[in-house]
C-alpha cells in the first residue's frame, strides 16, 4: 500500500502519524479535516488515517468515500459509531502492532471489494472462461493476477474437469510471454520411453525410427510457457531429468551432447496427491518443492454450485459462437442442475449443454428434458390435453395410412382377395356417390370393433391403439350400441 492520507487540525498529531506511518514503511500526505473531501476527490488515497476528533464528519466523509478503508484515532476512548470502510479504530499512543493490523485490513478490503473495477477487455474477454462471483473462484482469479506478472512456477491442483488448463492459459495471456507460445504436454498421454524425446528433442539416429533431428516441447515453448499437464503421471526416471532441467535451465537432446539453454516458464498440473504420493516414494519430493512455489487448488463445481447459472451462460454463448444454435433453461431446470453432484466438474457440464444443443436446437429446456440423473425435485412433466377433434382425427388419419400400406402391399404380392374383415373401400368415389356420414360412422364401428377383438375387448387397451381415451370409447360405444354379448351372438 502506498499513499496514506493523514487527517487532522493537530500538527502535533500529524507529525506523529507520519512518524509512526514511515517507520512502518509507507508513503503518506497530510491535510487538515476541512480540506479531507477536496483531497480525496482530487487524489484518490490507499488508506485514510483520521483524527476522529469530529465524529460526524468522520461519518460524512467516510460515506462519501465508500471506495476508500479509514482507520479511526481517538485520542480519549471516544465511542465511534460503526461504518461499513470503517475498518478499524485505535487508540493513542498509536504503536507498531496497532497499525501494522489496521493496515493489513485496509488490505483486505481494497483487496476483496465488489466494485473494483473491471480489467481491461482483453483480460475480461479471457476470464470469461472462469466466470463466477463464488468466493472461490474470485480468489483463483485474484491469484491468477498476482502470479502472472512474476516467472514464478505455477502448480495448478484440482479434480478433473474443473478447468486446470484454463488456468494455466490465463497466467500465460496475462503474462510478460504472452506473446511467445503456450505449449501444453499431457504427461499422462505419451509413454514413458517417449516422454523425453518428447520433452527434450532428439537427434538424427538417436533411436530406431529417428531419421531426423527433431525439436522438443522445451523448445518449441522458448521464451514463453510450457505447460506439463498430469505431473503425478510422469515416470520417475523422467522426474529425476525435469528436475534438474528445472535446477539448470539447460537440457540436451536425446542421442545429443550438446547442452540447450531454455528460456521457459514451466506450469504444472495434477488431480492427484502429490503429497500422498511422495509418501508412496511415487513421486520425487525435490521435484515437488521445485514446482510447488506459487500453487493454486482449481475448486471442484459442487463447491461453487451458484456459479452454474453464469457458467451456463458461458457456455451457450460458446456453442453459439461456433455458429450452433443454443438452449435456454428454465429457472427449475437451473436449479435441478444445482442440485446435480458433477463428479466431471465443469467439463461434464459443458459435454451437457453440447448435448441439450443438438437434442433441442433454439429450444426452452425444462427439467424434464434433462437426463434422468441430471433431474432433480418432484416437477411433474407438462401433459399437453389436446381436442377430441384433434386426436379422432389423428388417428383416423393413421388408420387409413395403415390401410393404404396394406392395399398397396397386397396389389404388389398380386393377392386381390380381401378379408371380410377389412376396411371398407377406399380406392374411387362411387358414381351414384357415397353418404359421406354414414360412410365414416360405419368405418367408424367397424374399426372399434377390430380393436376390440384385437385387444380381448380390454377397452383401455383398444382406446390406446386407436389413439383416443378410454371414456370416450366407452361414449362411442353406447352410441354404437357396441357390447361384446352382442358381438358374440351375431357371430353365432
Known amino acids: 500500500m502506498k499513499d496514506i492520507l493523514l487527517v487532522s487540525d493537530n500538527g502535533d498529531l500529524l507529525t506523529s502519524f507520519e512518524t509512526i506511518v514511515t517507520f512502518v514503511g509507507e508513503t503518506s500526505r497530510q491535510c487538515g479535516l476541512a480540506e479531507c473531501e477536496k483531497s480525496l476527490q482530487n487524489q484518490a488515497a490507499a488508506a485514510v488515517?483520521?483524527?476522529?476528533?469530529?465524529?460526524?464528519?468522520l461519518e460524512r466523509i467516510s460515506k462519501q468515500f465508500p471506495h476508500?478503508?479509514?482507520?479511526?484515532?481517538?485520542?480519549?476512548?471516544?465511542?465511534?459509531?460503526?461504518?461499513?470502510?470503517?475498518?478499524?479504530?485505535?487508540?493513542?499512543?498509536?504503536?507498531?502492532?496497532?497499525?501494522t493490523q489496521a493496515i493489513h485490513r485496509c488490505q483486505e478490503y481494497t483487496r476483496g471489494k465488489p466494485f473494483k473495477s473491471k480489467a481491461p477487455g482483453t483480460k475480461?474477454?479471457?476470464?470469461?472462461?472462469?466466470?463466477?462471483?463464488?468466493?472461490?473462484?474470485?480468489?483463483?482469479?485474484?491469484?491468477?493476477?498476482?502470479?502472472?506478472?512474476?516467472?514464478?512456477?505455477?502448480?495448478?491442483?484440482?479434480?478433473?474437469?474443473?478447468?486446470?488448463?484454463?488456468?494455466?492459459?490465463?497466467?500465460?495471456?496475462?503474462?510478460?510471454?504472452?506473446?511467445?507460445?503456450?505449449?501444453?504436454?499431457?504427461?499422462?498421454?505419451?509413454?514413458?520411453?517417449?516422454?523425453?524425446?518428447?520433452?527434450?528433442?532428439?537427434?538424427?539416429?538417436?533411436?530406431?525410427?529417428?531419421?531426423?533431428?527433431?525439436?522438443?516441447?522445451?523448445?518449441?515453448?522458448?521464451?514463453?510457457?510450457?505447460?506439463?499437464?498430469?505431473?503425478?503421471?510422469?515416470?520417475?526416471q523422467m522426474q529425476v531429468k525435469l528436475l534438474r532441467v528445472l535446477q539448470e535451465r539447460t537440457f540436451e537432446r536425446v542421442g545429443g551432447n550438446a547442452p540447450i539453454k531454455c528460456n521457459v516458464r514451466i506450469i504444472a498440473a495434477t488431480h492427484r496427491d502429490l503429497e500422498e504420493m511422495?509418501?508412496?516414494?511415487?513421486?520425487?519430493?525435490?521435484?515437488?518443492?521445485?514446482?510447488?512455489?506459487?500453487?493454486?487448488?482449481?475448486?471442484?463445481?459442487?463447491?461453487?454450485?451458484?456459479?452454474?447459472?453464469?457458467?451456463?451462460?458461458?457456455?451457450?454463448?460458446?456453442?453459439?459462437?461456433?455458429?450452433?444454435?443454443?438452449?435456454?433453461?428454465?429457472?427449475?431446470?437451473?436449479?435441478?442442475?444445482?442440485?446435480?453432484?458433477?463428479?466431471g466438474n465443469v467439463r461434464e457440464l459443458s459435454n451437457l449443454v453440447e448435448r441439450l444443443s443438438i437434442l433441442y436446437p433454439g429450444q426452452v429446456v425444462d427439467v424434464q428434458d434433462l437426463p434422468p440423473k441430471y433431474q432433480?425435485?418432484?416437477?411433474?412433466?407438462?401433459?399437453?390435453?389436446?381436442?377430441?377433434?384433434?386426436?379422432?382425427?389423428d388417428a383416423f388419419n393413421e388408420l387409413f395410412a395403415e390401410a393404404a400400406h396394406a392395399e398397396e402391399s397386397e396389389v404388389a404380392e398380386g393377392n386381390e382377395a380381401q378379408s371380410a374383415s377389412s376396411l371398407p373401400e377406399l380406392s374411387g368415389l362411387p358414381e351414384d356417390g357415397v353418404n359421406l356420414k354414414e360412410y365414416l360412422s360405419d368405418l367408424e364401428i367397424n374399426l372399434i370393433k377390430q380393436a376390440l377383438e384385437q385387444q380381448d375387448w380390454v377397452v383401455a387397451r383398444a382406446a390406446d391403439k386407436l389413439g383416443m381415451r378410454r371414456t370416450t370409447l366407452v361414449e362411442k360405444m353406447r352410441k354404437y350400441e357396441i357390447n361384446r354379448e352382442e358381438h358374440l351372438s351375431s357371430d353365432n
Not at 471516544?78 to 498509536?94: F, K, M, R, T
Request: hydrophobic letters at 40%; aromatic letters at 8%; glycine letters at 8%.
Open 49 to 57: 488515517l483520521i483524527d476522529c476528533s469530529d465524529a460526524d464528519k
Open 124 to 236: 475480461t474477454r479471457l476470464f470469461r472462461s472462469l466466470v463466477g462471483r463464488s468466493e472461490q473462484i474470485q480468489y483463483v482469479r485474484r491469484l491468477v493476477e498476482q502470479v502472472a506478472p512474476t516467472d514464478a512456477t505455477v502448480l495448478i491442483l484440482g479434480e478433473s474437469g474443473t478447468g486446470k488448463e484454463v488456468v494455466a492459459r490465463n497466467v500465460h495471456f496475462l503474462s510478460e510471454r504472452k506473446d511467445g507460445p503456450f505449449i501444453p504436454v499431457n504427461c499422462g498421454a505419451i509413454p514413458g520411453e517417449l516422454l523425453e524425446s518428447e520433452l527434450f528433442g532428439h537427434e538424427k539416429g538417436a533411436f530406431t525410427g529417428a531419421i531426423g533431428a527433431r525439436k522438443g516441447r522445451f523448445e518449441l515453448a522458448e521464451s514463453g510457457t510450457l505447460f506439463l499437464d498430469e505431473i503425478g503421471d510422469m515416470p520417475l
Open 376 to 393: 432433480y425435485g418432484d416437477v411433474a412433466p407438462y401433459q399437453p390435453d389436446y381436442p377430441e377433434e384433434l386426436l379422432e382425427r
Open 68 to 99: 476508500t478503508p479509514f482507520i479511526a484515532v481517538t485520542q480519549n476512548g471516544e465511542d465511534i459509531p460503526a461504518h461499513q470502510n470503517l475498518v478499524s479504530v485505535i487508540g493513542l499512543p498509536i504503536t507498531y502492532p496497532m497499525l
Open 278 to 343: 511422495i509418501k508412496e516414494d511415487r513421486f520425487r519430493e525435490d521435484l515437488y518443492y521445485r514446482l510447488n512455489v506459487f500453487p493454486i487448488d482449481s475448486p471442484a463445481l459442487r463447491e461453487r454450485k451458484d456459479d452454474i447459472p453464469l457458467l451456463l451462460q458461458e457456455l451457450i454463448s460458446r456453442i453459439q459462437g461456433e455458429g450452433v444454435k443454443g438452449v435456454h433453461f428454465t429457472e427449475q431446470a437451473i436449479a435441478s442442475l444445482m442440485e446435480h453432484p458433477w463428479g
